[in-house]
């Protein structure tokens, strides 16, 4: 163990997810023999800390018994992820710990089925010794993703997509073999259930640093089955709107907050299981989509994204006509209640892609500012009358003349031709 392991052994594992310290349950419900592996013990390593607990352990015999035992013993919550393979989880409110028989007759060939070398060291929290020998330490000082074999690569192709996931989210760069490797299989990704090749592209979607490799994952063939017709045109876009989403952060808070809500109807997701869909994260993957409606949402069924995300997305892609016209900086009131109209809550995906494809920034600052006013009758109507009102004023029966009236008032508000009940009751007398 060299001197920087060493380093590591005495004074950063004390404070990381590696000490029992930190566990939600007492060491002295593993084995001797238990040993953490995976992302725990590589964020570890990186000095990588998270609220949420994402505990993997490997036994060489009784791990989902162990998981019982524990779960039991704390209340904690209990599934057997995979029966034949030997692998529960124990749920605790602040992470979850998975347990899983070892794969083959040793831990070094366990680890030695794993993806990425950076992912195959393991720690055993008795001894407090670490077995790395894939030398995935040496590649975490030097920043990069190596792969263990190409075998494994090929004996679940999800790999494939999740080392551009991995290299984003830990600011690595791919070993050129493994790059090559990956470019080599990359058709094997079309093999893969849409919910997980999803989810890791969920990953890339949610941050900046994950822009840039979802181009490569593109140039590299990965994406060509499930994403058709991303172009350059459209990668550049979305790092487009990387930039203004800075320049938003910085300057424009109080829109910001409104583009980081999690987007309603659409999987909540913790930092260790998945990204959180945002209003950012829904105009980026309309971005990568084609502009004819149908196949867009074609596209987005394939991957399997839920009812929600896929009526947004949707939205947004109908509503770039009108983003490209050259009249929507001279947009009658009328036209932008209309507008406001046909997009309700999904305006501020719609508002950021405008910036992001250079519309005025005045243009965009007036309907945000709308927006931003939940008292505006053009972007937020109210009714001024209800149709009881009506009937009872104008003394005409229920049909759907009611409803009309009542969308004609709403409109006329918005035109700032009334702005009280007296004169509501009135313009709609002049309809009749």
């Known amino acids: 163990m060299n001197l920087q392991l ?38 570890a390593l990186l000095d990588r800390h998270s609220e949420y607990l994402d505990l993997d352990f490997v036994l060489p015999s009784g791990a989902v018994e162990t998981a019982q035992a524990i779960a039991r013993h704390y209340r904690a919550g209990f599934v057997v992820l995979d029966a034949e393979r030997q692998i529960a989880r124990v749920v605790f409110e602040q992470g979850t710990a998975d347990f899983a028989q070892q794969v083959g007759a040793t831990l070094e060939d366990d680890l030695r089925r794993r993806d990425f070398t950076v992912n195959a060291i393991a720690y055993n929290p008795h001894t407090k010794d670490l077995l790395d020998p894939l030398h995935g330490y040496e590649d975490l000082q030097r920043k990069r993703l190596r792969m263990v074999s190409i075998e494994n690569l090929a004996e679940d192709p999800l790999r494939l997509l999740r080392a551009y996931r991995q290299a984003a989210q830990l600011g690595f760069s791919l070993e050129p073999e493994t790059q090559q490797a990956i470019r080599h299989l990359a058709p094997n990704l079309s093999k893969i259930a849409a919910e997980r090749v999803q989810s890791e592209l969920n990953y890339l979607l949610g941050s900046a640093r994950g822009t840039g490799w979802i181009k490569t994952a593109c140039e590299d063939g990965l994406l060509q089955d499930w994403l058709p017709s991303a172009t350059i045109e459209h990668l550049t876009q979305v790092g487009a709107i ?19 809500r999690t987007v309603r109807g659409t999987p909540q997701a913790s930092e260790a299981k998945g990204s ?78 405008g910036l992001a494809m250079r519309i005025p920034v005045e243009t965009v600052r007036r309907l945000v500012d709308r927006f931003l006013d939940p008292t505006d009758p053009v972007a937020h109507p109210h009714p001024i009358l209800t149709g009881q009102d009506l009937m009872t004023g104008l003394r005409i029966p229920p049909s759907p003349q009611i409803g009309r009236l009542l969308a004609a008032l709403q409109l006329a508000r918005a035109e700032g031709k009334i702005t009280n009940r007296e004169e509501a009751l009135a313009f709609a007398q002049t309809l009749l």
């Open 6 to 43: 060493e380093h590591y052994r005495n004074v950063a594992l004390v404070s990381s997810a590696l000490s029992p310290e930190t566990w939600p349950f007492s060491l002295k419900w593993l084995p001797d023999s238990a040993c953490l592996v995976g992302g725990t013990v590589r964020d």
């Open 242 to 260: 990387d930039d203004v989403t800075v320049h938003i952060q910085e300057n424009w808070t109080e829109f910001w907050s409104e583009l980081s």
């Open 276 to 353: 959180v869909r945002t209003w950012v994260t829904i105009a980026k993957l309309a971005s990568l989509l084609p502009e004819d409606p149908a196949l867009a949402e074609a596209q987005l069924w394939r991957l399997k994204y839920s009812r929600a995300e896929i009526q947004a997305v949707s939205t947004v892609v109908k509503a770039l006509p009108h983003l490209r016209s050259p009249e929507i900086s001279n947009w009658s009131r009328a036209e932008q209640y209309q507008f406001f109209q046909s997009i309700g809550a999904v305006f501020p995906a719609i508002a950021l892609l």
